[in-house]
């Protein structure tokens, strides 16, 4: 799966947008009706880690760890991750092993921005894959985007 989208911001702040706990548990709910619960919590090295928790409430919960394989700030991050939803289904990627899941975040200077482009590979089946570009990423960016234009202001 490979999407792009252009972000009204330098590549340094949709890097730390991407990156920063306290602003990803802005947008990660910037344009819910109800805010809902959302925790993270992040780890930005090379092996470090970022788990998150979300959902509208306690009985709704997705929840994902990242491991950082990579970051060269802020051009480049790659990760390899573990998640699952509210109905207890989960999703292990791994890199280096059969079902391999490698997401792989770029962000390059454009006139008008940021442009980001998301690679992952390795679903273990199309419906995950077409969820992850019709759904996941989609509403990630909308997200990103929302707190870029309007939500950076509230970053305590």
Not at 68 to 81: A, G, K, N, Q
């Amino acid at each position: 799966m490979r999407m792009t989208r252009l972000l009204p911001a330098t590549p340094d702040e949709v890097f730390d947008a991407y990156t920063d706990a306290e602003k990803q548990k802005i947008w990660f709910s910037i344009l819910d009706e109800k805010p809902g619960v959302v925790e993270i919590n992040v780890d930005l090295r090379v092996g470090g880690t970022q788990t998150a928790v979300w959902g509208q409430d306690a009985d709704t919960l997705f929840h994902e760890t990242q491991t950082f394989l990579e970051i060269d700030r802020p051009h480049r991050l790659v990760t390899e991750s573990t998640g699952g939803g509210p109905d207890g289904s989960s999703m292990t990627t791994r890199i280096e092993v059969t079902l391999t899941t490698r997401i792989e975040v770029t962000f390059e200077a454009h006139r008008d921005g940021c442009l980001v482009t998301i690679v992952q590979s390795g679903f273990p089946a199309v419906e995950v894959r077409d969820f992850f570009s019709t759904q996941v990423w989609v509403g990630a960016l909308d997200r990103i985007e929302a707190f870029l234009t309007r939500g950076a202001r509230d970053v305590r």
